[in-house]
C-alpha cells in the first residue's frame, strides 16, 4: 500500500524529532575527559592536541573507560538498539548494518559537547559494531590468538584459558540482559535460537569457534557462556611436534598407521586436544582418497581435496527435523567413501561406525572422551549398547577387538602442555578381555618448576602389523621401536 505524502512528511518530522532529542540528550552530558583527548577550536578549524602514536581499546582501570567512555558507549547502545528496528537488526546483511551505525556514530557525535578525537571516535564506532554484530566485551579476547577457551559465569566473571592455564578478565557485561543480547545475537548468526522455552543452544561460529549457552532456569545463577577457540589456521603436526605434543618417531609410526589403513581411536580427556591431534594425524591421509567427516559442530580442517563435511542438526521447537550422528554414519556409507572420520563418538553411532570398520572401511578415524586407553575400550563398549540392539557383551568386544587396531591416548598434564600419553595396540582378545600393548608411552622424570620433565620413548614392543607392511615393500626402520636403557 502506497503512504500519503501527509503521512510520509509526519514520519519525517518524527524522526527528525527523534534524532534532534537525541542529539540535545547527549548534549547534556557532562564529561571528565584528559587533555590529549580534546578536540579544541581555533581561528574557525578543529585541531587535535597531543594525539596518541597508538589508540588502545579502553581498560577497566582506565579513567575514561571507566566512567565517561563507558557511558557514552552504553548510552549510544541503547540509543542504537532504539532506532534499529527487529527486522534490521536479524535480517539485514552485516555490511549493511556495519554502515548504519558508522552513520550513527557520525551523527550523534557530530557535537562539540563530546569533544572525542578522531581516534575515539573510531574505538567508539569498533566497539558499538562489536556490540551490534560481534561478541561485544568478549571481541577483545576473541582477536587474542593465545585464548583458548573463553567462559562466562555471569556479569562480572569471565575467564579464560591461555596456555593450559584458566585465569580471570576484567572483561565486565553491564547486566544480565547484555550478556542475554551477547549470546542471542551469536545464536542467531548460525540459525540457532535461544530463549526461555529453550534455555540452552550449541552452536558453532563462522571462524570455527564452538559455543555452548544457557539461561536461567537450567542455569540458576544467570546467564552463561562457553567459547572453544580454534586457531586461524589448522595446527599442523610439524606445530604440534615443536610443542613437544610427541616425538618425531612417534608421529612417523603414525604415518605409516594412517597410510596403510588402520583403524585408530584416539582417546583423552576434555581438553586434551583430541580434535586438534586428529586433524594432524589426517595429514597422511593420500590426496587421491575420498573423506567423509561427521561431527557436532564442525571443527576439522583438513587438507585434502576430496573431503565431504557433515553436521549433526538438533530438533527445532517443535521438536522435529534432528540429524543424529548415527543418521549421518549411516548416509555416509552410501556415498562411496574411502574414509570416515567421526569427530567424536558419543553414542549408539559407535555400532555403525565399528560395522564400518569390519565391513571394507579400513582406515577410519575417530575420538571419544576416556581417562586411559583401556577405559576408551569400556566406553565405546557401553555406546554400542545405547544403540539398544540387545548385543550380548562378548559379541560387541569381539567388533570392538576386530575393528580397532591402535589406541593414541592424549592428556593435558598439570603445567598445560598437552601430550600423547601412549600409542597401545588392540592385539585380539583372551577369554572375554581385549588384550592391549603399548608401543610408545611419554615417561614423566621429574620437574622443573612448573615444568613436567619426561621422554617419549618406546617400549620395545613391535606391532604386529609392521611384517604386513614390511613384506608389501614398505621400508620400515625397527630401529624406532628399540628400547632405551
Excluded at 539485514?92 to 557535537?111: C, H, K, N
Excluded at 601412549?422 to 585380539?428: A, K, M, P
Amino acid at each position: 500500500m502506497s503512504q500519503s505524502p501527509d503521512s510520509s512528511r509526519r514520519d519525517d518530522r518524527e524522526r527528525s524529532s527523534s534524532s534532534s532529542e537525541s542529539r540535545r540528550k547527549f548534549s547534556r552530558l557532562s564529561f571528565d575527559l584528559p587533555a590529549d583527548r580534546l578536540r579544541r577550536r581555533s581561528a574557525g578549524s578543529t585541531t587535535t592536541v597531543n594525539p596518541p602514536s597508538v589508540i588502545e581499546a579502553p581498560t577497566e582501570s582506565d579513567t575514561l573507560a571507566g566512567s565517561s567512555y563507558q557511558s557514552v558507549k552504553g548510552r549510544l547502545h541503547e540509543e542504537l538498539l532504539d532506532e534499529l528496528s527487529d527486522e534490521e537488526f536479524t535480517g539485514e546483511a552485516e555490511e549493511l548494518l556495519a554502515e548504519r551505525i558508522d552513520e550513527f556514530v557520525s551523527r550523534v557525535l557530530d557535537d562539540d559537547e563530546l569533544p572525542l578525537n578522531d581516534g575515539e571516535r573510531r574505538q567508539l564506532a569498533d566497539d558499538l559494531r562489536d556490540e551490534v554484530l560481534g561478541v561485544g566485551p568478549l571481541a577483545p579476547l576473541m582477536a587474542d590468538p593465545a585464548v583458548t577457551d573463553i567462559l562466562v559465569n555471569g556479569t562480572t566473571r569471565v575467564y579464560v584459558e591461555r596456555f593450559g592455564k584458566v585465569v580471570k578478565t576484567d572483561i565486565r557485561f553491564r547486566d544480565p540482559e547484555h550478556l542475554v543480547r551477547v549470546i542471542q545475537r551469536i545464536a542467531a548468526r548460525v540459525g540457532r535460537r535461544i530463549d526461555e522455552s529453550s534455555p540452552m543452544v550449541d552452536a558453532r561460529l563462522p571462524d570455527g569457534s564452538r559455543v555452548n549457552a544457557t539461561l536461567p532456569p537450567v542455569t540458576i545463577d544467570g546467564p552463561t557462556l562457553s567459547i572453544r577457540r580454534f586457531g586461524r589456521r589448522r595446527m599442523k603436526r610439524e606445530d604440534l611436534r615443536r610443542l613437544q605434543m610427541y616425538s618425531p618417531e612417534m608421529m612417523g609410526f603414525l604415518e605409516l598407521l594412517v597410510r596403510h589403513r588402520h583403524n585408530l581411536l584416539i582417546a583423552g580427556g576434555t581438553g586434551a586436544g583430541k580434535s586438534t591431534f586428529l586433524g594432524a594425524v589426517c595429514e597422511a591421509i593420500p590426496d587421491g582418497e575420498r573423506i567423509i567427516t561427521i561431527e557436532d559442530a564442525a571443527e576439522l580442517m583438513l587438507d585434502q581435496d576430496h573431503v565431504v563435511r557433515k553436521e549433526t542438526r538438533p530438533a527445532n521447537l517443535e521438536g522435529q527435523g534432528r540429524i543424529t550422528a548415527r543418521d549421518l554414519v549411516v548416509n555416509s556409507l552410501r556415498m562411496r567413501p574411502d574414509r570416515i572420520i567421526v569427530g567424536e563418538v558419543r553414542g549408539g553411532e559407535a555400532l555403525d561406525m565399528l560395522q564400518a570398520m569390519n565391513t571394507g572401511h579400513d582406515g577410519s578415524l575417530t575420538t571419544i572422551h576416556a581417562n586411559n586407553s583401556r577405559d576408551a575400550l569400556k566406553r565405546l563398549e557401553t555406546m554400542v549398547l545405547m544403540a539398544e540392539m540387545d548385543l550380548p557383551s562378548r559379541a560387541i568386544r569381539e567388533q570392538i577387538a576386530s575393528a580397532i587396531e591402535f589406541i593414541v591416548f592424549v592428556k593435558r598434564y598439570e603445567d598445560g602442555v598437552r601430550r600423547v600419553d601412549r600409542i597401545t595396540e588392540l592385539t585380539g582378545m583372551e577369554e572375554n578381555t581385549p588384550q592391549l600393548q603399548d608401543i610408545f608411552e611419554f615417561k614423566q622424570t621429574g620437574r622443573d618448576g612448573p615444568a613436567i620433565l619426561g621422554q617419549f620413548r618406546p617400549t620395545g614392543v613391535i606391532p604386529r602389523c609392521i611384517h604386513d607392511m614390511r613384506e608389501r615393500g614398505e621400508e620400515v626402520n625397527l630401529e624406532m621401536f628399540r628400547k632405551q636403557i
